[in-house]
């Protein structure tokens, strides 16, 4: 009797997770694959979604959610890493170079001849001080930032926050260099900014490419382990800002926070309660060589998304994670998006009622920045309201989101503003 009722409960336990991974890779799935191009209208349903029947459902979707290209550390361009990624079998890239978005635009641009879906995103350089009464002491951390595909809302606060941590950038690398100088290895100032590229800010890799080409050391991960690591004695903090700083900028903007790679934190049980505390929505739990054990159980001790990425930068060594490898568990694809995608659709929203109190040539631009630049070609504030909402929303929100949200409420405030517009602008010619 006793083992019918622990078969039955068995039975039970699979039936839900099986109803929940189904549930979970349909919307995956319709998220991932929908087409909102001119070509696939015949074939989408009224949701925008292509049809079961055009559509490989398969358990493998490959999300990249962690890499940097050569706009931050990282080694390619931003097309190069979207190049790369479609190689290797990835659907959805999010672009997360070190305190800056500006290789966004190029990534979108590329990823549209290969049918990726980029997220916008950023690492965002911070200090931790879990321990308020000792004050002064904090422990640097990375705080992933992911956005819709309108980009942030607000987007001049958190470009002002990341321009800030750039200008410190310079002044951190200069004093590493110092105390190399001191530890009787010589870096030239203009030999890092060789390698670092025109308006690039310098990390410690550019340090460390620099150090070995010098001589002093034999490949990077020697320039890390002797001198540049965490509290090293060549490490330097530069201008970060307070990690709770950090969060509600990214909440305030219409982003979804994560941590990077916790397992790299001197105290990571502290941290992460505490970041979790001022709004951490995830973490990196997974990994390509499985050495993340235990972070799983931090993530679902403070109820966060377990998330992951291969932190690639393309650097060419045997020991570093490809795009792609680390394969995250459907569910959790799923959990990530279900929280992020309202923050997205809201973010959209407010960018949208933003640019129909100004609709100017600039507000456009504005939006311009982060969604698809080329399906913007010939795009003026003449155009429609109707046409400049359905391509900020249309590769994004489903039938209802759209509907959900008051965005006909925004194609007519966009509708009687460019009309007093043109009414204005005919009264001005007539009275010439």
């Not at 050569?70 to 361009?77: A, I, K, T």
């Not at 190399?180 to 060789?194: C, N, R, T």
């Not at 969060?247 to 502290?270: E, F, M, V």
């Not at 309201?385 to 249309?394: G, P």
């Given at each position: 009797m006793g083992n019918k009722r622990k078969e039955k409960k068995s039975k039970k336990h699979k039936g839900k997770i099986m109803g929940e991974q189904g549930l979970a890779l349909s919307y995956v799935h319709d998220w991932v694959f929908r087409n909102p191009s001119d070509d696939a209208a015949a074939a989408a349903d009224d949701q925008g979604f292509l049809p079961a029947?055009?559509?490989?459902i398969t358990d493998s979707v490959v999300f990249e959610l962690h890499c940097h290209s050569n706009r931050s550390d990282g080694f390619l361009s931003p097309a190069a890493l979207v190049?790369?990624?479609?190689?290797n079998g990835v659907n959805v890239l999010a672009l997360t170079d070190h305190d800056t978005m500006a290789g966004i635009s190029e990534a979108m641009q590329t990823a549209q001849?290969?049918?990726?879906?980029?997220?916008?995103?950023?690492?965002?350089?911070?200090?931790?001080s879990p321990r308020r009464e000792e004050a002064g002491i904090g422990e640097p951390v990375h705080i992933l930032a992911y956005y819709g595909s309108s980009g942030p809302s607000r987007y001049e606060d958190l470009d002002n926050l990341l321009s800030n941590i750039r200008d410190g950038r310079y002044e951190?690398?200069?004093?590493?260099?110092?105390?190399?100088?001191?530890?009787?290895?010589?870096?030239?100032?203009?030999?890092?900014?060789?390698?670092?590229?025109?308006?690039?800010?310098?990390?410690r890799v550019h340090i460390a490419r620099a150090m070995v080409e010098a001589g002093h050391v034999e490949n990077l991960r020697e320039a890390f382990n002797r001198y540049l690591y965490d509290g090293g004695p060549a490490y330097a903090l530069g201008t970060e800002p307070s990690a709770e700083e950090v969060l509600q900028l990214i909440h305030r903007t219409g982003g979804i926070s994560a941590l990077a790679h916790p397992w790299a934190l001197k105290n990571p049980i502290a941290v992460i309660r505490s970041l979790n505390a001022a709004g951490l929505h995830a973490m990196e739990v997974y990994r390509s060589d499985g050495k993340a054990?235990?972070?799983?159980?931090l993530a679902d001790t403070h109820e966060l998304i377990k998330i992951g990425g291969s932190d690639y930068h393309g650097r060419g060594g045997h020991d570093e994670s490809d795009l792609g490898s680390v394969r995250l568990p459907l569910i959790s694809i799923y959990r990530f998006l279900k929280v992020a995608r309202p923050i997205w659709c809201n973010a959209t929203k407010d960018i949208l009622q933003n640019f129909a109190e100004d609709p100017s040539h600039t507000s456009l631009e504005k939006i311009m920045r982060f969604l698809m630049p080329n399906k913007f070609k010939?795009?003026?504030?003449?155009?429609?309201a109707k046409d400049i909402v359905d391509l900020c929303v249309s590769s994004w929100l489903s039938k209802d989101e759209k509907e959900e949200n008051d965005f006909d409420e925004i194609r007519h405030m966009l509708a009687d503003t460019f009309i007093s517009n043109c009414s204005a602008q005919m009264s001005l010619y007539s009275s010439r």
């Amino acid at each position: 009797m006793g083992n019918k009722r622990k078969e039955k409960k068995s039975k039970k336990h699979k039936g839900k997770i099986m109803g929940e991974q189904g549930l979970a890779l349909s919307y995956v799935h319709d998220w991932v694959f929908r087409n909102p191009s001119d070509d696939a209208a015949a074939a989408a349903d009224d949701q925008g979604f292509l049809p079961a029947a055009a559509r490989k459902i398969t358990d493998s979707v490959v999300f990249e959610l962690h890499c940097h290209s050569n706009r931050s550390d990282g080694f390619l361009s931003p097309a190069a890493l979207v190049e790369r990624a479609h190689r290797n079998g990835v659907n959805v890239l999010a672009l997360t170079d070190h305190d800056t978005m500006a290789g966004i635009s190029e990534a979108m641009q590329t990823a549209q001849k290969y049918g990726i879906r980029i997220i916008p995103g950023v690492e965002i350089s911070a200090v931790c001080s879990p321990r308020r009464e000792e004050a002064g002491i904090g422990e640097p951390v990375h705080i992933l930032a992911y956005y819709g595909s309108s980009g942030p809302s607000r987007y001049e606060d958190l470009d002002n926050l990341l321009s800030n941590i750039r200008d410190g950038r310079y002044e951190r690398a200069k004093n590493m260099l110092l105390k190399l100088a001191k530890l009787k290895v010589p870096i030239k100032w203009e030999h890092v900014a060789k390698i670092t590229g025109e308006g690039v800010a310098p990390g410690r890799v550019h340090i460390a490419r620099a150090m070995v080409e010098a001589g002093h050391v034999e490949n990077l991960r020697e320039a890390f382990n002797r001198y540049l690591y965490d509290g090293g004695p060549a490490y330097a903090l530069g201008t970060e800002p307070s990690a709770e700083e950090v969060l509600q900028l990214i909440h305030r903007t219409g982003g979804i926070s994560a941590l990077a790679h916790p397992w790299a934190l001197k105290n990571p049980i502290a941290v992460i309660r505490s970041l979790n505390a001022a709004g951490l929505h995830a973490m990196e739990v997974y990994r390509s060589d499985g050495k993340a054990s235990g972070y799983g159980e931090l993530a679902d001790t403070h109820e966060l998304i377990k998330i992951g990425g291969s932190d690639y930068h393309g650097r060419g060594g045997h020991d570093e994670s490809d795009l792609g490898s680390v394969r995250l568990p459907l569910i959790s694809i799923y959990r990530f998006l279900k929280v992020a995608r309202p923050i997205w659709c809201n973010a959209t929203k407010d960018i949208l009622q933003n640019f129909a109190e100004d609709p100017s040539h600039t507000s456009l631009e504005k939006i311009m920045r982060f969604l698809m630049p080329n399906k913007f070609k010939g795009f003026s504030t003449a155009n429609s309201a109707k046409d400049i909402v359905d391509l900020c929303v249309s590769s994004w929100l489903s039938k209802d989101e759209k509907e959900e949200n008051d965005f006909d409420e925004i194609r007519h405030m966009l509708a009687d503003t460019f009309i007093s517009n043109c009414s204005a602008q005919m009264s001005l010619y007539s009275s010439r």
